[in-house]
């Protein structure tokens, strides 16, 4: 690891959180998503809107930029997890009052959180798998004052017996290592726009993932309808296929007739964008 001094860990925390920030913001961008807010509406949610998710990624820098300083090559123990659940709930109370009370962020300063404090602790970049990995070890340490909740997604996850959003990030983002990155890189190799990468990197997740928000919207009915819509985009050749975009549009309709709105999978894309950039070889983000 390199030793950087105080001014050098600042500026890179500083990095670090700027470009959280954007991948949530390039992530509500992209369009067009199935079901979720982006460029065109606001897909099938009546509380949400493109500016109230910029407004809400906006408000979130802090938090992330709190979480990379107090994580700066720190190693992954209960101390730390107690600071970083502490600066994550306190980013949702941000959110919360940026957005007068709605959730557009939950899940995703859960899964960025955790991968900002990861790149700190490994003093601002590492490589892909090391990266996941600390994030999972940091998330499967107990934090004492965690509140007990029974929320949406813990009810989902115990009715359908499905892994959630904890299960993911202990698991260092199967879902992000296993389909969406790899994903990504091959719409690219064959001659994708990056919108339409990103793009089939979100079916990627899609086709697997069992997300709590469709699942406590439009129950195993929704699940199975996004998993096999998406597999249908990718089967036709991908987003930047006429065959493709035609699925696209097809899943896009279903989830609107079943008020169904995968953001367990849009927050995981934002995982996505933030690894592709943190871990690239050739990147020019440090
Ligand atoms: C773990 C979290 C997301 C709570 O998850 P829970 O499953 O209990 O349900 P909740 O309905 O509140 O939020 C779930 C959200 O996760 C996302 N999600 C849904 N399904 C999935 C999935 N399968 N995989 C990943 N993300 C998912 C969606 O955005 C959804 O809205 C989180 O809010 C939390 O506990 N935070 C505590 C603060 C903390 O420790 N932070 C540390 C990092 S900053
Ligand atoms: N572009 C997006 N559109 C919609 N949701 C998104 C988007 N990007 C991320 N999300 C994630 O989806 C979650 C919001 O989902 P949802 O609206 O189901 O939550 P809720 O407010 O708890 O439920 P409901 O709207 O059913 O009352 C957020 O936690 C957020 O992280």
Known sequence: MK??????????????ATLARDC?????????KPGLVDS????????????LMERSA??????FLALARHSWQRPADIALRETVGRLGRDGEQQMMAATGGVNTHRGAIWALGLLVSA????????SADPLTRTAAALA?????????????????????????????AQQAFPHVMKLALPQLLISRAVGASESEARLDALMAIMTSLSDTCVLS???????????????????????RTAGGKLALAQL????????????????????????DRVCSPEHTYF
């Open 40 to 51: 065109r509406g606001n897909g099938a949610h009546q509380d949400l809107t493109l500016a």
């Open 140 to 168: 499967s340490l107990p934090d004492r004052a965690a509140p007990k909740l029974f929320s949406k997604g813990l009810k989902a996850t115990h009715r359908y017996r499905v892994p959630g959003a904890r299960e993911e």
């Open 119 to 126: 790149a700190a602790m490994h003093g601002g970049a590492a």
């Open 24 to 32: 949530l913001i390039d992530e509500a961008r992209l369009s067009p």
């Open 217 to 239: 919207r439009a129950g195993m009915a929704g699940l199975t309808a996004m998993q096999h819509g998406a597999q249908a985009v990718l089967l036709a050749g991908g987003c």
């Open 58 to 63: 906006h408000s979130l820098a802090p938090t």
């Open 252 to 275: 896009d309709r279903r989830m609107l007739a079943l008020n169904a709105s995968p953001g367990g999978a849009a927050d995981l894309l934002a995982a996505t964008l933030f690894i």
């Open 3 to 16: 030793l950087l001094s105080q001014t050098q860990a600042e500026a890179q925390a500083s990095q670090l």
